[in-house]
């Protein structure tokens, strides 16, 4: 099994502007079958997202017919939105062998290592509050009311963070994508080694 090719599962969570997308637009560049999972939510579009790009936007209702329909693997409340990971797309581009990547709330990342145990959840933390803030106030997509509330939600996400497996405080952006490509070759050697201890030791039976 080459290394290279081992597929994973990585759940990169952490306070709304801690540079998640960002982080994850990098490590990308350095993946040859990866993909990352568009959510459906109930938010309203803001700047230039696109519909089936950065997100599907739905309204609450077909957000609810969705979980009704057992067709989301996870969801959570956000300020107000639902946000959740469309199951099909998930289970068919695991088929198709492919790296996944997710870039979604604490409650959700638990969800998927519940689901997919082979999930490698990531959380990635701001140097400070007083940097998150700047961060959300320079990229100016929220209302002044809208970035206390992601504020107070940092606090209560960043109280979680030791129940994922890495912690990663983003101070420089090269800094953190090469901390997150490491992991993803530790993990690949790990899970690797492992299929390969099992296969020698069926070997001898
Ligand atoms: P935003 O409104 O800034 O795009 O996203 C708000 C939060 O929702 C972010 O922390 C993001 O990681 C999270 N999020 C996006 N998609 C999903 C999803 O499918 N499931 C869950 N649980 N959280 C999501």
Same mark, same amino acid.
């Given at each position: ?11 990169? *969570? ?11 637009? !990098?490590?990308? *560049? ?118 206390? *509330? ?6 209560? !996400? ?12 983003? !101070? ?34």
């Amino acid at each position: 099994m080459a290394l290279e090719k081992k597929p994973v599962v990585v759940c990169i *969570s952490g306070p709304s502007g801690v540079g998640k997308g960002t982080v994850l637009k !990098e490590v990308l *560049s350095q993946e040859d079958r990866a993909w990352v999972s568009i959510s459906a939510t109930s938010r309203p579009p803001r700047g230039q997202e696109e519909h089936g790009v950065d997100y599907y936007f739905v309204s609450k209702d077909e957000f609810q017919q969705m979980i009704a329909a057992d067709q989301i693997l996870e969801y959570d409340e956000f300020c107000g939105n639902y946000y959740g990971t469309p199951r099909a797309q998930i289970e068919a581009r695991l088929d198709a062998g492919y790296s996944i990547f997710m870039d979604i709330t604490v409650k959700g990342a638990l969800a998927v290592k519940k689901a997919l145990p082979q999930a490698i959840t990531i959380f990635l933390a701001p140097p400070n509050l007083q940097e998150l803030r700047s961060r959300l106030e320079f990229r100016d997509t929220e209302s002044p009311e809208k970035i206390t *509330s992601r504020l107070a939600q940092a606090k209560q !996400e960043i109280s979680q963070a030791p129940q994922f497996d890495y912690f990663l405080i983003n !101070e420089c952006l090269e800094e953190t994508t090469a901390a997150v490509e490491q992991i993803l070759y530790v993990e690949r050697l790990r899970a690797c080694r492992r299929a390969l201890a099992i296969q020698a030791i069926l070997e001898k039976f």
